[in-house]
T-cell receptor, first 118, second 114 residues
Framework: AQKVTQAQTEISVVEKEDVTLDCVYE???????LFWYKQPPSGELVFLIR??????QNEISGRYSWNFQKSTSSFNFTITASQVVDSAVYFC???????????????FGKGTKLSVKP | DVKVTQSSRYLVKRTGEKVFLECVQD?????MFWYRQDPGLGLRLIYF???????EKGDIPEGYSVSREKKERFSLILESASTNQTSMYLC?????????????FGPGTRLTVT
């Protein structure tokens, strides 16, 4: 069965520190998709990144970077030089491919609450 | 920009009331979803719909029903609200499953059942 584990319930850092949010997933499929979403205090989830299981290249987008490692079933998210505006709950999610290669529903982890203090 | 709107940000209802939560998206998306979010449990899928008049159960459909009469609108119905349905409800939409499978979320409705 699919499962996403975000072991860190809450993390608190001081502004400008780097922080890594962990995500470990379980799936029996060889084709699947991984996602990260951000939920700021306003409540609306914001899509950050999508990765398919055949693309293990790490990705960097500004201060954000993602490390996908199939060998450890992990898809970790690092924020470099954190800022107060990064304070939010971050969710990792998994979707298995359905027949025909299209994506199935999202299975979310329980989220990690990040607090960045000035 | 994709916009997903939900009819209320906050709602207070009494036990036994019938409750309607409305969700509208303006991007002609085929897929729509209802989740509930509870502390320590993350997001759990209640129902989803891949087309008008079509619905499928998610992980926790008990006590809920849905309606999708028009492509842009997906309603979540609590037939007889109970206190354990006090939660944050999030609606989402996405385009037909393709390689660009992003779900766009609404701002959420915080429902309190007393």
């Amino acid at each position: 069965a699919q499962k996403v584990t975000q072991a860190q319930t809450e993390i608190s850092v001081v502004e400008k520190e780097d922080v890594t949010l962990d995500c470990v997933y379980e799936t029996r499929d060889t084709t699947y998709y991984l996602f990260w979403y951000k939920q700021p205090p306003s409540g609306e989830l914001v899509f950050l990144i999508r990765r398919n299981s055949f693309d293990e290249q790490n990705e960097i987008s500004g201060r954000y970077s993602w490390n996908f490692q199939k060998s450890t079933s992990s898809f970790n998210f690092t924020i470099t030089a954190s800022q107060v505006v990064d304070s939010a709950v971050y969710f990792c999610a998994l979707s298995e491919a359905r027949d025909g290669g299209s994506q199935g529903n999202l299975i979310f982890g329980k989220g990690t609450k990040l607090s960045v203090k000035p | 920009d994709v916009k997903v709107t939900q009819s209320s940000r906050y709602l207070v209802k009494r036990t036994g009331e019938k409750v309607f939560l409305e969700c509208v998206q303006d991007m002609d998306h085929e897929n729509m979803f209802w989740y509930r979010q509870d502390p320590g449990l993350g997001l759990r899928l209640i129902y989803f719909s891949y087309d008008v008049k079509m619905k499928e159960k998610g992980d926790i459909p008990e006590g809920y029903s849905v309606s999708r009469e028009k492509k842009e609108r997906f309603s979540l119905i609590l037939e007889s609200a109970s206190t354990n349905q006090t939660s944050m409800y999030l609606c989402a939409s996405s385009d037909h499953p393709t390689d660009l499978y992003e779900q766009y979320f609404g701002p959420g409705t915080r429902l309190t059942v007393t």
